[in-house]
């Protein structure tokens, strides 16, 4: 990609030529997360601008040395996409989540569904005769929107959530508050 036109003054500060045959995607995390970072995790890449392509990646660099930005400490991660669509282009805007740890086959539920007392946490199940009952359960990992139930539930049981508490993920197409908008049904 070509920075500099011909007949342009430049300094040795002016990047004159910029070389794309490797796209890395360069993250931000504070000081509060960088600590869960590891080299070689998976990370999910989501384009700003294509919110429905999800890019597989892993964490190539961690920086050892942090920056300020807005008074908060952070930490430059690179991170490496497996494969690049042809929709991610240098400069493009990014959301990156790292995976912490990962299991598969477990029960979860969502997080709003659980509850504690002081005996410890549990849900209100649903009987096969339409009772409740307190179900006391074991959780493991957790997102913060769902939980890992290790013991006292098993697949198929019903949980009552509170009206409005669980929703499935959606992600937002976003809007540009330049562009006219069609009418739209209210």
Not at 113 to 135: H, P, W
Not at 138 to 153: A, F, H, P, V, W
Request: charged share 30%; net charge negative.
């Amino acid at each position: 990609v070509r920075a500099i036109e011909p007949g342009q003054t430049v300094t040795t500060q002016d990047a004159i030529l910029v070389l794309s045959d490797r796209l890395v995607v360069s993250a931000q995390f504070d000081e509060t997360d960088i600590g869960k970072v590891e080299l070689n995790k998976k990370a999910f890449i989501t384009l700003d601008a294509y919110p429905e392509i999800e890019i597989e990646g892993t964490v190539d660099h961690i920086a050892y040395e942090s920056e300020i930005v807005n008074n908060v400490t952070i930490y430059d991660v690179d991170i490496l996409p497996k494969q690049v669509p042809k929709t991610l282009r240098s400069g493009m805007s990014v959301t990156v989540e790292v995976v912490e740890e990962e299991k598969k086959d477990v029960l979860i539920l969502p997080s709003k569904a659980i509850q504690y007392d002081t005996k410890g946490e549990f849900v209100m199940a649903k009987e096969k005769n339409g009772s409740l009952r307190k179900c006391y359960i074991d959780t493991g990992l957790t997102d913060g929107k769902n939980t890992e139930i290790i013991s006292g539930l098993s697949s198929g049981d019903s949980v009552l959530l509170q009206a409005g508490a669980y929703l499935p993920k959606k992600k937002s197409t976003g809007t540009n508050p330049f562009m006219p908008q069609r009418n739209r049904k209210k």
